[in-house]
């Protein structure tokens, strides 16, 4: 079984000062590993801060580990030179949060769409290249003589949204990082950006790493979920039993704290402790906001496995079979 | 705590049952004049809202309701203009005041805050100053030490220590400024408060505590609140009525559990049904077609295109609102008499 990502115990901190350096633990000793032979969607759930973005840009390239690794098939993504270098920007894609900042007013949309393909050299002839287009665009339910030609603003957010997955898509990627598609679209348009993205997983047979804050997506579109909290893993698992079941105080909290749309729901049945300024560095992160926090609490809780595929860092569970950090995608469904 | 608990809405609703009406909006219309023609943005829009009552707004992007967030504080700019209607707080017309009076009942009389509030607030200030300017451009004739008095109760009347006061903006968090910037909007004790898509952007633990700072400070000073959104989830554990936007006219206003149990134009439901919910999983829902152009809007209901019960006199004629003696109004020709 060969993995087609792997991330090894990744950490990444940023430092600030020159003097008084004050540093910030963005993510912290991070493992996940993406089978190459079964494309799937996992979710990276939190809330801001807690290292989502900082996951998309190592995973991207974009910025490097402290420490730890990301191995992209057998290989080092920060070692990655030449040849090898550009297949691995082709192979893993990106779609960003926001619709109307990553396009360029001046141009037409299809320049999006023929930039990458120039670039790529994934077509011979003009004709070509117009057919690809076509094929993408139709992939993600769009109508192309609706969309070549057209100016970014004469569209919806939505349409422009799909474009993004169509750019990707037209790349043939094996892995596509999604951070958080469809939070800056209405409800009514994230029915179809899930349902392309969910096609794009089945018949493409592309992996997903799908950050979000918003639980109820997650819970549609993903098989597995991983919940970080300031950077730390605080519980994973299978998305039904994570989000019906939380077992991790945080997690208990955030699914709480979901507005649902059922009038017998109350919303809010725990309390909101405060955030404590006090650094957590040290410890459970979630310490000075749990009510259930114990003197133990102030040293790092290792994950401990409650179900065959649920597994929370919390030492409310130390009856439990402890697992190593590691081998967190163990306990991730396939 | 004050959690937002379904009993405490129906009491307050009943409570206010028996009291005038604070804000009336009366056939109010706004049309942009832009190059490619003539956009109406509100379209003959009318509803009341009693003390203490919060209505929800809800609709796709493009449906017109930060325009009516804007058009009730008379903040259209150009090329947009109010055509014509009444926006009544308590006795006063607003749209009859001259701007210098209107520049006072902004804040006194009606606040708005207005949508990503959190970026508005001056980097360069500390949040004190920012504060006392507004209360000083309202208030007169108040010593400087009352009127500091005033923001620091303001400032923990949405939980934040008063030390908040002394700092500058990039020391908060983005849900820490929001509740700043509905301290500003509370610091006069407004009737009306608009609050408009105020979380947005922020994670589900940080909007409930904002939540539930808003309906804190509502049942403090008793004020009507107005919540525009398109997140119906929020709006279902929040708010007492829910008025649905469509192309500048509110399709269907009903109480909140006659909107979710028994929605009854086809917009609304589908609105409805395209929420995510547990019983089912990785069933997405979205509603076809696109929201109109407000340039070139539909003949008859603006929705028929997109409309699942559409019907040949939804082509022709324009619907009107049908309004029944409980106050539930629905604009939709499956409702006219006599039509099945």
């Not at chain 1, 955030?275 to 979630?286: I, V």
């Not at chain 2, 505590?209 to 509502?218: A, F, G, L, N």
Request: hydrophobic share 40%.
């Amino acid at each position: 079984m060969a993995n087609l990502l792997e991330l090894n115990n990744v950490s990444k901190t940023y430092t600030s000062g020159l003097i008084n350096k004050s540093s910030n633990t963005a993510l912290r000793d991070f493992s996940l590993q993406l089978d190459e032979d079964e494309p799937t969607i996992v979710t990276v759930a939190g809330e801001s801060g807690s290292g989502k973005t900082t996951l998309a840009m190592l995973l991207l390239g974009f910025i490097k580990p402290t420490t730890g690794q990301i191995i992209y098939r057998g290989k080092d993504i920060s070692t990655l030179r030449g040849r090898e270098r550009l297949d691995f920007r082709r192979e893993v894609q990106a779609v960003f949060q926001d619709p109307f900042a990553v396009f360029n007013p001046f141009y037409t949309v299809d320049h999006l769409l023929s930039v990458p393909i120039k670039k790529f050299k994934l077509a011979k002839s003009k004709a070509e290249a117009r057919d690809k287009m076509d094929e993408v665009l139709t992939a993600v339910g769009l109508r192309p003589e609706d969309i070549i030609g057209r100016f970014p603003h004469q569209l919806s957010g939505g349409q422009r949204q799909r474009i993004n997955v169509a750019r990707a898509l037209l790349l043939k990627p094996r892995l596509l990082i999604a951070d958080e598609p469809v939070s800056m679209v209405d409800a009514s348009l994230r029915a179809s950006i899930l349902e392309t993205l969910r096609n794009l997983q089945r018949d493409h047979g592309v992996s997903i790493i799908y950050i979000t804050h918003d639980l109820t997506t997650a819970y549609h579109i993903a098989k597995s979920i991983v919940v970080l909290y300031r950077g730390a893993v605080m519980e994973a698992g299978d998305v039904e039993a994570v989000i019906k079941n939380p077992r991790h105080p945080y997690t208990r909290l955030l699914i709480d704290s979901i507005p649902w749309p059922n009038l017998d729901q109350r919303w809010g049945e725990q309390e909101i402790i405060a955030r404590e300024s006090t650094d957590a560095n040290t410890g459970c992160p979630f310490y000075g906001r749990c009510s259930k926090a114990m003197e133990r609490c102030k040293l790092p809780a290792p994950l401990f496995q409650i179900e065959p595929h649920q597994a929370a860092a919390c030492f409310l569970y130390d009856d439990q079979h402890q697992i190593d950090a590691a081998c967190l995608s163990e306990i991730l469904p396939a | 705590m004050s959690s937002v608990k379904a009993q405490d809405r129906q009491a307050s609703a009943s409570q206010g049952a028996d009291l005038l009406p604070v804000l009336r909006v009366q056939n109010l219309e706004v049309t942009y004049f832009t190059d490619a023609g003539r956009a109406k943005a509100l379209d003959d829009l009318s509803f009341s809202l009693k003390a203490g009552e919060k209505l929800g707004i809800v609709g796709e992007s493009g449906s017109g309701k930060s325009t009516l967030a804007l058009a009730m504080m008379r903040m259209i700019k150009a090329p947009g203009r109010i055509e014509g209607g009444q926006v009544m707080v308590g006795d006063t017309d607003l749209m009859a005041l001259s701007d210098e009076e209107m520049r006072q009942s902004r804040l006194q009389r009606i606040a708005y805050i207005p949508q990503g509030a959190m970026n508005s607030l001056n980097p360069v200030m500390r949040i004190g100053a920012q504060m006392l300017d507004a209360v000083k451009s309202h208030v007169e004739g108040v010593s400087k030490a009352e009127m500091v008095e005033r923001c620091l109760a303001a400032l923990e009347s949405v939980d934040l220590g008063r030390g908040v006061y002394q700092m500058f903006p990039h020391e908060l968090s983005g849900g820490m400024k929001q509740r700043v910037c509905i301290a500003i909007g509370i610091l006069l004790q407004p009737q009306v408060i608009i609050a408009d898509e105020p979380t947005s952007a922020l994670d589900v633990v940080t909007q409930r505590q904002v939540m539930e700072t808003i309906d804190r400070v509502r049942t403090k000073i008793n004020a009507a609140v107005i919540l525009i959104g398109h997140d119906m989830g929020l709006m279902a554990q929040f708010v007492d009525r829910v008025a649905v936007m469509y192309a500048g006219r509110l399709v269907e206003v009903a109480s909140v559990r006659e909107m979710f149990t028994d929605p009854q134009q086809p917009y609304s439901r589908a609105l409805i049904d395209c929420l995510p919910n547990l019983k089912v999983k990785g069933v997405f829902q979205g509603i076809p077609g696109l929201a109109p152009s407000l340039l070139r809007l539909p003949s008859g209901c603006a929705f028929h295109p997109r409309c699942a019960h559409v019907m040949d006199i939804c082509r022709t004629t324009r619907p009107e609102a049908r309004t029944e003696p409980d106050g539930r109004s629905t604009i939709c020709h499956l409702f006219d008499t006599g039509v099945q």
